[in-house]
């Protein structure tokens, strides 16, 4: 480093080595300078900031005889080791206090039910190691250009051929957009469906979902629901001619959406013009009892059907490859656009995911999670099943979440409160509510993929006991 960015007052009654020191010193305390930093060396610094040499070996001095820095012969300063040290008495006061209740949350909380991990260890690092090779060694002068703004074709195709396999989807690569998650992909879908648009979305739901549409423009209307899902009637009310549903596993509230319902959906959008059903296929991969029931996009005939999906969940969310399936007419509509956005996912990760799903790697990887998950979820259910008396579980069977409801009367923040107590950190529905006058809560949510069953078997036994009222 020979360069360090402090302004000097030369007009202050503060000496400037004293300015140079304080500035260090306050650096290192708030972290942005932290241990084994190299700073300039004095003669650098002092060319930098015009200043003389006396003045930064002054300050350097000075902060060396506090433990700030030291001086290693041959090499230069360096930040000091200062492990356990917690400077507090300049931090604004608002911001100490949070970070002590940051530290005191991650001290407590030895076992996390966290919603959006996945299982520690199952990321196929040999065979996307192998793949990677592969991808590179082929690839020529034009595999480095800018591709298809829609994603290649590889991995489109690809993708449709597993949708249609594995999930009935009815489409052609044509129909498909890659894209770097579904926050993307649900921006770029406000861009083709025009703004000043009302959307639809369950009262309880994805809030990402919930926001991305906040930030495109769209209003949102809160639907009602039930134990089938959307409530088609209140739909109706509403106005809106777009509903965002999550039919196969539905967030956060874990029912499945039955055949007769997603008839009704359909109908729905078949009434008026340019009415479209976006359907997150949110965790269609896991289910563990019963036959997988269709998409929805594979009951459409007339065009109505967005379908999106990720393969965050079921890889890992750091892959960050989604797809959407747009109708014809959608689809013809953004091709028309005079510029599209560039593809958001490398063409890298693109022929490396695409080989992964040809060639067979994909469908043995998932064979391979169900296992390890329905293991987790039947250890989680043996144990509800000794919580009779305390809570009803729903949600069981697919994903890997479930919701629990008490019937002993503690409320949801109880419930967050109590787990927290015995260091387990368990999510409240309320989090993911969009209806304006929302009810009191009794249901809590447990995520487990993260989790190792050593860790889930201890931390049932102790939710039991710090919830038995």
């Given at each position: 480093?020979?360069?360090?960015?402090?302004?000097?007052?030369?007009?202050?009654?503060?000496?400037?080595?004293?300015?140079?020191?304080?500035?260090?010193?306050?650096?290192?305390?708030?972290?942005?300078?932290?241990?084994?930093?190299?700073?300039?060396?004095?003669?650098?610094?002092?060319?930098?900031?015009?200043?003389?040499?006396?003045?930064?070996?002054?300050?350097?001095?000075?902060?060396?005889?506090?433990?700030?820095?030291?001086?290693?012969?041959?090499?230069?300063?360096?930040?000091?080791?200062?492990?356990?040290?917690?400077?507090?008495?300049?931090?604004?006061?608002?911001?100490?206090?949070?970070?002590?209740?940051?530290?005191?949350?991650?001290?407590?909380?030895?076992?996390?039910?966290?919603?959006?991990?996945?299982?520690?260890?199952?990321?196929?690092?040999?065979?996307?190691?192998?793949?990677?090779?592969?991808?590179?060694?082929?690839?020529?002068?034009?595999?480095?250009?800018?591709?298809?703004?829609?994603?290649?074709?590889?991995?489109?195709?690809?993708?449709?051929?597993?949708?249609?396999?594995?999930?009935?989807?009815?489409?052609?690569?044509?129909?498909?957009?890659?894209?770097?998650?579904?926050?993307?992909?649900?921006?770029?879908?406000?861009?083709?469906?025009?703004?000043?648009?009302?959307?639809?979305?369950?009262?309880?739901?994805?809030?990402?979902?919930?926001?991305?549409?906040?930030?495109?423009?769209?209003?949102?209307?809160?639907?009602?629901?039930?134990?089938?899902?959307?409530?088609?009637?209140?739909?109706?009310?509403?106005?809106?001619?777009?509903?965002?549903?999550?039919?196969?596993?539905?967030?956060?509230?874990?029912?499945?959406?039955?055949?007769?319902?997603?008839?009704?959906?359909?109908?729905?959008?078949?009434?008026?013009?340019?009415?479209?059903?976006?359907?997150?296929?949110?965790?269609?991969?896991?289910?563990?009892?019963?036959?997988?029931?269709?998409?929805?996009?594979?009951?459409?005939?007339?065009?109505?059907?967005?379908?999106?999906?990720?393969?965050?969940?079921?890889?890992?969310?750091?892959?960050?490859?989604?797809?959407?399936?747009?109708?014809?007419?959608?689809?013809?509509?953004?091709?028309?656009?005079?510029?599209?956005?560039?593809?958001?996912?490398?063409?890298?990760?693109?022929?490396?995911?695409?080989?992964?799903?040809?060639?067979?790697?994909?469908?043995?990887?998932?064979?391979?999670?169900r296992k390890i998950y329905k293991s987790k979820h039947d250890l989680i259910v043996k144990h509800l099943k000794e919580m009779q008396e305390i809570c009803v579980y729903h949600g069981e069977n697919a994903g890997v979440h479930f919701i629990l409801e008490?019937?002993?009367?503690?409320?949801?923040?109880?419930?967050?409160?109590?787990?927290?107590?015995?260091?387990?950190?368990?999510?409240?529905?309320?989090?993911?509510?969009?209806?304006?006058?929302?009810?009191?809560?009794?249901?809590?949510?447990?995520?487990?993929?993260?989790?190792?069953?050593?860790?889930?078997?201890?931390?049932?036994?102790?939710?039991?006991?710090?919830?038995?009222?």
């Amino acid at each position: 480093m020979n360069e360090l960015m402090i302004f000097i007052d030369k007009e202050s009654k503060i000496p400037i080595y004293q300015q140079i020191y304080e500035f260090i010193k306050k650096e290192i305390e708030k972290e942005q300078l932290r241990p084994g930093d190299k700073l300039p060396s004095s003669r650098a610094l002092s060319r930098y900031l015009s200043v003389s040499r006396s003045t930064t070996d002054l300050a350097y001095d000075q902060l060396t005889s506090e433990g700030y820095i030291e001086a290693i012969p041959c090499k230069g300063y360096y930040i000091s080791q200062l492990e356990g040290i917690y400077f507090t008495e300049n931090m604004p006061k608002e911001q100490s206090e949070e970070n002590a209740v940051i530290r005191q949350c991650e001290e407590k909380c030895q076992y996390d039910f966290a919603l959006n991990d996945i299982a520690v260890g199952s990321f196929p690092y040999n065979i996307w190691q192998k793949l990677s090779k592969q991808v590179l060694a082929d690839a020529d002068e034009d595999f480095f250009q800018l591709g298809n703004p829609c994603g290649e074709d590889g991995i489109r195709q690809a993708v449709a051929e597993y949708l249609y396999r594995s999930r009935g989807v009815k489409c052609g690569k044509e129909q498909i957009i890659i894209g770097a998650g579904n926050d993307y992909l649900l921006m770029l879908l406000g861009i083709i469906l025009g703004s000043e648009q009302t959307v639809a979305m369950e009262e309880a739901t994805y809030v990402s979902a919930y926001y991305d549409f906040r930030h495109i423009g769209y209003e949102v209307q809160a639907v009602r629901q039930d134990e089938q899902g959307l409530d088609i009637r209140d739909l109706e009310e509403k106005g809106a001619k777009i509903v965002y549903v999550m039919p196969s596993h539905q967030f956060p509230m874990g029912m499945i959406m039955p055949l007769k319902r997603r008839m009704a959906l359909l109908s729905w959008a078949e009434k008026s013009e340019n009415c479209y059903i976006i359907e997150d296929d949110y965790d269609s991969e896991f289910r563990y009892k019963g036959q997988p029931i269709p998409s929805l996009q594979g009951f459409d005939r007339n065009g109505n059907v967005i379908y999106m999906g990720t393969f965050s969940k079921s890889v890992a969310p750091s892959i960050r490859v989604s797809y959407m399936v747009l109708p014809e007419k959608l689809m013809k509509k953004y091709l028309q656009e005079k510029y599209q956005l560039s593809v958001t996912v490398s063409k890298t990760d693109q022929k490396i995911l695409e080989l992964f799903l040809k060639e067979g790697y994909y469908e043995k990887h998932l064979n391979r999670m169900r296992k390890i998950y329905k293991s987790k979820h039947d250890l989680i259910v043996k144990h509800l099943k000794e919580m009779q008396e305390i809570c009803v579980y729903h949600g069981e069977n697919a994903g890997v979440h479930f919701i629990l409801e008490f019937i002993n009367g503690l409320t949801e923040q109880e419930a967050i409160d109590r787990a927290k107590s015995a260091g387990i950190q368990v999510y409240g529905v309320s989090e993911y509510w969009i209806a304006p006058n929302q009810e009191k809560q009794n249901k809590v949510l447990l995520g487990y993929a993260g989790m190792e069953e050593q860790e889930i078997e201890e931390a049932m036994k102790l939710l039991k006991k710090v919830w038995c009222k």
